[in-house]
C-alpha cells in the first residue's frame, strides 16, 4: 500500500512563521548583533583580542540551522553592526562614504552568511565555517578596485595567543584559527541545553577552543643574527586637520619634516642622541615634487647634508601632465635623489577615480583627488646606506603578497610609511600599527612605521612595540633594531595556507549544494521540506535544517 505524502510546509516559508517566530528570529538578530560588538572590541584601540573568537562564536551561533537567504541577511545587520564603528575613521571624508563602504563591504559577510548556513549541514562545520572566512577575507582584498583588505580578524591579533601563527601560515592562517575558535565555542552553544547532560563534549569542546590559539606560542621562529642598524624616524606633523591637513602651505609640511630633521642633527651633535645610519621620513612628508621643484630640492639635500645620511623621503612625483605616483624615494647627502619605489596598491577615490568621468560628473569631492596617481610594479626593495629596506607605504601594509613580496625582495628592516593625517585620532593609526605588529611576527623582520602625524613605532621581529609616539605632536630619535636576513615559514610557502583553506571552503560548500539538491530531488522540489523542529546531534533544536 502506498503510504501518503502529507504535505510540507510552504516553499521558502520558515517553521512557526508569524506570532512564534518572531521572538526566534529577534533573538538571532540580537546575537547576530552582540557578536559584532565583541569584534568591534578585539579591534584597536582597545584590543580585547579574545573577543574575536567570542564575537564569530555569536556571530556565527545567529546563522546556525537558517536558511541561505535568512543566514545573508542575518551576517549582513551583523557585518554593518561591526563595520560601522570600526571603519568610523573614513568619516572625515563625508558620512555618505562611511556608510557606503560598510554597506559594500557587508556584503561580502552576506555571501559568507548564506554559504555557512550550508555548510553547517556537513559534518565537521566548524572547520568549514572557517574556511569561509578566510575566503571572504580573501575576496574583500581582490575587490571592488583592487580590494579593501581591513577589518580582517587577523588584524585584530597584534598581540595575542593566535599572533605566531602568523610565522606559519600568514595573516590568512590567524583568520582561520580565530574563526575555527569561535565557530568551535558556537558548537558548543549551540547544543546547549542537551549537551550539558553529557560533560565529555563540553570538556573536549572547551579543550580545543583553549589548545587552538596556544598552538601559536608553539610556532618556530628563527632567533637573532647578531646584526643592528641605527634608523632616524621623523614625524613632523601637519598644520591642518581632516581633509584641509595641508593647510593654505603645502610647503609647510616638508618644512616641518626638514626642521624635525635639523633637530635630530643637532641632538648626534650635543651626543644626545646616537648618530643614525639612515633616516626614514613618511608618505606625503613633501608634497611638492623635488624633481621638478628647486625649493623642495633645496630643502631635502639640506636636511641630508646636515643629518649626513641618505633620507627615505615619501614625495608626490609629477608624470607628464596628468598623473603622479606616491614614491618612497632615497636621497644621498652627496648625490641627491636615487633609488625610488612606487606605491603598487593604491587608495581607491583617494589616489585614483574608478570610473573617473562618471564619478566626477556625480560629485564634486572626487574632484580632490587632483591627478590620477599610476602604480608601480616592482617591490620596495631598496638599497640604502649598510642595508636595504623593505619600503611599504601606507595603505600596502594590509595586503599579504604586497609585504611578502618585500621581504623575499630583500628588504630588513621594514619601513611602513604613512600619512594618516586626515585620520588622526581615529581609530585608523592603531588599526594600522596592529598590522605593523602581525607583519614583524609573520616575517621575522623589524618594522619601523612612520607617520606625518603619528603613530610613528618601531616593533621588534617578536610583534613588540618598543618605542611610539603620540599623535598631532612632532617627533624625532634614533632606535637601534635588528636587522634579520632569514624568513619564517610564512614567507617561504607564501600564499598556499590561504588557497588549501579557500579550496577546504569551496569543497565543503559543494559537499553541502549536492547533498541539498539530492534531497530536494527526492521529494519532487526545489525547496527541502521543513520539519517540524527536532533536536539534532547536538541537543538542539534546530528551526530551519
Not at 552553544?189 to 577552543?209: E, K, M
Amino acid at each position: 500500500m502506498a503510504t501518503e505524502v502529507k504535505p510540507q510546509a510552504t516553499p521558502g516559508a520558515a517553521p512557526g512563521e508569524g506570532r512564534a517566530a518572531r521572538p526566534r528570529l529577534a533573538a538571532r538578530v540580537g546575537c547576530s548583533m552582540a557578536g559584532a560588538l565583541l569584534l568591534f572590541l578585539a579591534f584597536p584601540p582597545l584590543d580585547w583580542w579574545f573577543c574575536a573568537p567570542l564575537g564569530v562564536a555569536l556571530l556565527t551561533l545567529a546563522l546556525y540551522g537558517t536558511r541561505p537567504r535568512r543566514a545573508a541577511w542575518l551576517a549582513y545587520v551583523g557585518a554593518f553592526a561591526f563595520l560601522l564603528p570600526t571603519l568610523s575613521w573614513v568619516r572625515p571624508i563625508g558620512d555618505d562614504t562611511w556608510l557606503a563602504l560598510v554597506a559594500i563591504e557587508s556584503l561580502f559577510w552576506a555571501a559568507l552568511g548564506a554559504l555557512a548556513s550550508l555548510v553547517m549541514r556537513v559534518r565537521l562545520w566548524p572547520l568549514w565555517v572557517a574556511c569561509l572566512w578566510v575566503a571572504q577575507e580573501w575576496a574583500r582584498g581582490l575587490v571592488p578596485f583592487g580590494g579593501f583588505p581591513w577589518a580582517r580578524l587577523a588584524f585584530s591579533q597584534g598581540e595575542s595567543p593566535y599572533t605566531g601563527l602568523a610565522a606559519l601560515g600568514g595573516a590568512p592562517l590567524v583568520t582561520f584559527t580565530v574563526a575555527l575558535t569561535g565557530a568551535v565555542l558556537s558548537l558548543l552553544l549551540a547544543g546547549l541545553p542537551g549537551v550539558l547532560r553529557r560533560p565529555r563534549v563540553v570538556a573536549g569542546t572547551l579543550l580545543v577552543a583553549i589548545a587552538l590559539p596556544l598552538l601559536g606560542l608553539a610556532v618556530p621562529r628563527p632567533g637573532d643574527e647578531g646584526r643592528t642598524v641605527k634608523i632616524g624616524v621623523i614625524q613632523g606633523n601637519v598644520p591642518g586637520r581632516g581633509m584641509e591637513f595641508l593647510g593654505d602651505e603645502p610647503a609647510v609640511v616638508l618644512r616641518n619634516h626638514a626642521d624635525e630633521t635639523h633637530r635630530l642633527a643637532e641632538a648626534v651633535r650635543a651626543g644626545k642622541l646616537p648618530k643614525p645610519d639612515i633616516v626614514v621620513w613618511p608618505e606625503n612628508s613633501s608634497d611638492i615634487d623635488p624633481y621638478r621643484n628647486a625649493f623642495a630640492r633645496d630643502m631635502i639635500d639640506s636636511a641630508a647634508k646636515d643629518v649626513g645620511v641618505p633620507i627615505l623621503t615619501g614625495i608626490i612625483a609629477l608624470i607628464g601632465d596628468e598623473h603622479r605616483a606616491t614614491r618612497s624615494l632615497i636621497w644621498d647627502p652627496v648625490t641627491g635623489p636615487g633609488a625610488y619605489y612606487d606605491k603598487r596598491n593604491l587608495v581607491p577615490f583617494g589616489e585614483f577615480t574608478p570610473f573617473k568621468d562618471l564619478i566626477l560628473a556625480l560629485s564634486e569631492r572626487a574632484n580632490l583627488v587632483g591627478r590620477q596617481s599610476i602604480p608601480g610594479d616592482r617591490p620596495g626593495a631598496l638599497r640604502m646606506g649598510p642595508v636595504t629596506v623593505g619600503a611599504v607605504s601606507c595603505y600596502e601594509v594590509a595586503f599579504d603578497g604586497t609585504v611578502r613580496d618585500t621581504v623575499a625582495a630583500g628588504g630588513s628592516p621594514l619601513i611602513v610609511q604613512t600619512n594618516n593625517a586626515s585620520y588622526a585620532l581615529t581609530n585608523l593609526p592603531p588599526q594600522q600599527l596592529a598590522m605593523s605588529k602581525l607583519r614583524a611576527v609573520e616575517h621575522n623582520r623589524s618594522v619601523i612605521t612612520t607617520a606625518t602625524t603619528g603613530i610613528s613605532a618601531y616593533v621588534d621581529p617578536n610583534g613588540t612595540v618598543e618605542w611610539r609616539t603620540r599623535e598631532l605632536e612632532p617627533a624625532m630619535n634614533v632606535v637601534t633594531v635588528p636587522v634579520r636576513t632569514r624568513g619564517t615559514i610564512a614567507t617561504e610557502v607564501g600564499a598556499i595556507p590561504e588557497w588549501i583553506l579557500i579550496l577546504m571552503g569551496a569543497g565543503a560548500t559543494a559537499v553541502a549544494l549536492v547533498s541539498r539538491k539530492r534531497t530536494s530531488n527526492a521529494i519532487g522540489t526545489d525547496v527541502p521540506p521543513v520539519p517540524p523542529a527536532q533536536p539534532d546531534d547536538h541537543g538542539y533544536a534546530s528551526e530551519e535544517r
